[in-house]
């Protein structure tokens, strides 16, 4: 009799012990998933980040074009003729006529066509934002860019304070009230260009950022 109960006792046993080590292997799968998927979640969002990031910065391209654009043709069509007395004696005042604001106009010219070319690097950003290679391209080139439009914006903002205020120590006489919409003109583009400017600066701690995360 106890013999008998003693095997009942061990077979028992050993199916209990089959269906737990049956319950850990279906466990074990489902462990796994479970980390696996709390692994992807951090890696997608830091994705949607980035491609945030990079959607923000064609924004920002296409407001800098705008104004670097509207900048440049501002300035290259500003002439303005005062007739005195005869039509064959006349004042003319035009952008050619200095060399601050040609140089004004083939700096804004650069960055219009650079933020055109920029433009396909940057859609490129937004369909692969962990492309690092494109993002150090452009942070470099954006920072080129920055230097040259405050370079060529501070230049032609020393003319055009000039010709508002002039200068009594060098005796030059202030233009702004025989040539007004000469004046007006040149100033906006100057405003006009320290904006981009200020966009080209965003665009570089944007992209400095966004490569700071990687």
């Given amino acids: 009799m106890d013999s008998k109960s003693t095997s009942y ?4 046993n050993v199916s209990e012990t089959e269906s737990t080590k049956q319950k850990t292997c279906t466990a074990a799968p489902a462990a796994a998933a479970i980390v696996a ?9 830091k994705g949607g980040w980035r491609r945030g ?6 924004i920002l391209r296409l407001c800098a074009l705008v104004t670097v654009l509207a900048a440049a043709t501002t300035m290259e069509t500003t002439d303005e003729t005062l007739p005195l ?6 004042f003319q005042a035009s952008y050619d006529d200095l060399p601050a604001f040609s140089y004004f106009v083939v700096a804004t010219a650069i960055a219009s066509a650079y933020l055109v070319l920029s ?5 490129v950003c937004i369909v692969r934002p962990h492309l690092v290679g494109a993002k150090l391209l452009l942070l470099i080139l954006d920072t080129v860019m920055v230097a040259f439009t405050t370079a060529g914006a501070a230049a032609a903002a020393a003319i055009v304070y000039l ?3 002039g200068n009594s120590t060098t005796q030059w006489q202030a233009i702004c009230q025989q040539f007004g919409d ?3 003109r040149v100033s906006g583009a100057v405003v006009a260009s320290f904006i981009a400017a200020f966009i080209f600066i965003l665009l570089v701690v944007f992209s400095a950022v966004a490569l700071r995360r990687h």
């Fill in 119 to 123: 433009l396909p690097f940057s859609i």
């Fill in 85 to 90: 007395f005869t039509q064959f004696f006349q």
């Fill in 37 to 45: 998927t709390t692994k992807a979640i951090p890696h997608n969002q």
């Fill in 182 to 184: 000469f004046c007006q």
């Fill in 163 to 165: 010709a508002h205020n």
């Fill in 9 to 12: 006792e061990t077979a028992i």
């Fill in 53 to 58: 990031v990079a959607i923000f910065d064609f």
